[in-house]
């Protein structure tokens, strides 16, 4: 009965100029996902796609949907001949299907006629098939307001479709068609979040996080690895590269040479320099992290300001205007709130000043910053590396290679 699923796609509807370079990125994206399902077969319509099961559990299937970008919505549905009779017969059994569950429950028809060649309109059909369904089920109660199941009819040249349920997809847009960022990560709530929202756009992503051990323990990496393998089911190759800094002796440097309350403000200028030298090295053209407007000192517009002056790559926030609720309740959906309120230290809480600045002065950066030999040991930060690729369902160490650049 319900032998197809039928794909909608979002926004990327509204791209009129690269659409068809979308949409094949999409479907690619899809068959690559499902290609353990060999039963599938597919078939590809304007704006809308087509997987038939073929016998096939859908379960499972729509599982992995809701994990790929670009897909708005996607139903099961059956698929009958274009007539009102074949039409008719069909809701009748997919009516009769839901109301074993409750017998009183309410209905409404809802026809979109995609066909517009067929000689009557949505509402006639919509009518009709009503007529067909009041005659032969007893006792049916529809409401026009506030159903209890919807039927959807799609009219379609290549046949009829038949619903009545509708699943939410991520949305956005599909992956491999925006281009590759970095995203700075760290083990918190925020970061993690930012990362999904760019992948939910379609943008493909290096992993950077700083690490300083002793001061911060493998636990805390072991934390950032967790998180990310819960981001790779959402990309295009069900991987990511994660590329550890080596960040003590910078931090150490900091602590002993700088003004205390600017000590934070040049600590995440030495991250966004090394990040971005990183990002060039990776052909990556944006740097990606989870700032929020206000959240703490060096996120007040006069930091952020301060901090990425040190930076001509774009930076982009996708949390800045967020309440932290909203963060949380994304960071719930995807389940990575479990992982990120596990109590590790990260860099950035090790040595923190009682009074960090909250208009940090461009200037008096420069000048703090010059009492130490930084851009020595950014490069060697740099060289020192390690990179960590990570799968869904297996992750491979690769650490401190040689030239992995
Ligand atoms: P929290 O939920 O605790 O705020 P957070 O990851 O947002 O977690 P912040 O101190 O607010 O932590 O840092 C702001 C941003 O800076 C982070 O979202 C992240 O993008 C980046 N960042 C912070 N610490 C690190 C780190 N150790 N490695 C890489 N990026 C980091
Ligand atoms: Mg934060």
């Known amino acids: 009965m319900q032998d197809h699923i039928l794909i909608r796609y ?13 949409i094949n990125r999409i479907i690619s994206n899809i068959k690559r996902n499902l290609k353990d399902y060999q039963d599938l077969s597919y078939e590809n319509r304007s704006l809308r796609f087509y997987i038939h099961l073929n016998g096939t559990n859908p379960d499972k299937l729509i599982e992995i949907l809701k994990t790929i970008p670009g897909i708005h919505s996607f139903s099961i549905v059956s698929k009958t001949l274009e007539t009102i009779d074949d039409v008719s017969i069909l809701c009748k059994t997919l009516l009769e299907e839901e109301l074993k569950n409750n017998t009183n429950l309410t209905f409404k028809i809802e026809t979109n006629r995609g066909d517009k060649d067929f000689p009557m309109s949505s509402l006639e059909i919509s009518k009709e098939v009503s007529i067909y369904l009041f005659r032969n089920i007893p006792n049916l109660h529809a409401d026009m307001h506030n159903p209890d199941v919807t039927i959807n009819i799609d009219f379609r040249k290549e046949g009829a479709f038949v619903y009545t349920n509708v699943i939410e997809g991520m949305g956005g847009m599909p992956s491999g068609t925006i281009g590759k960022a970095s995203l700075m990560i760290s083990g918190g709530i925020d970061s993690v979040v930012a990362g999904y929202l760019a992948l939910k756009k379609g943008i493909q992503l290096d992993c950077i996080h700083f690490a300083s051990p002793p001061y911060t323990s493998s636990n805390a990496v072991q934390k950032v690895i967790d998180l990310l393998e819960v981001l790779t089911k959402y990309t295009e190759y069900q991987n990511i590269n994660l590329y550890i ?10 602590y002993e040479v700088v003004r205390e309350d600017y000590g934070i403000t040049i600590m995440r200028r030495m991250m ?11 052909h990556n053209i944006a740097i990606i992290n989870g700032e929020n407007i206000g959240q703490v000192a060096s996120q007040t517009l006069e930091s952020m300001a301060t901090i990425e002056e040190v930076c001509t ?12 609720l909203d963060i949380v309740k994304i960071a719930k959906d ?57 799968y869904s369902d297996k ?10 650049f």
């Open 272 to 282: 966004y320099i090394i990040a971005e030298k990183l990002s060039i090295k990776l």
């Open 313 to 324: 790559m774009p930076i982009i926030r996708p949390l800045a205007t967020l309440d932290k």
């Open 395 to 404: 992750h491979h160490l690769y650490i401190g290679e040689e030239n992995i």
């Open 10 to 22: 979002g926004e990327l509807a509204l791209k009129k100029s690269n659409r068809n370079q979308f």
């Open 245 to 254: 800094v080596p960040f003590t002796t910078i931090q150490k440097k900091i």
């Open 334 to 390: 995807i389940n990575t709130f479990p992982i990120s309120i596990r109590p590790y230290e990260d860099c950035c809480t090790v040595f923190v000043p009682k009074h960090p600045q909250i208009r940090p002065n461009k200037e008096y950066s420069k000048k703090e910053e010059s009492l130490f030999d930084y851009e020595h040991l950014i490069d060697e930060a740099v060289q020192n590396v390690e990179k960590i690729t990570l």
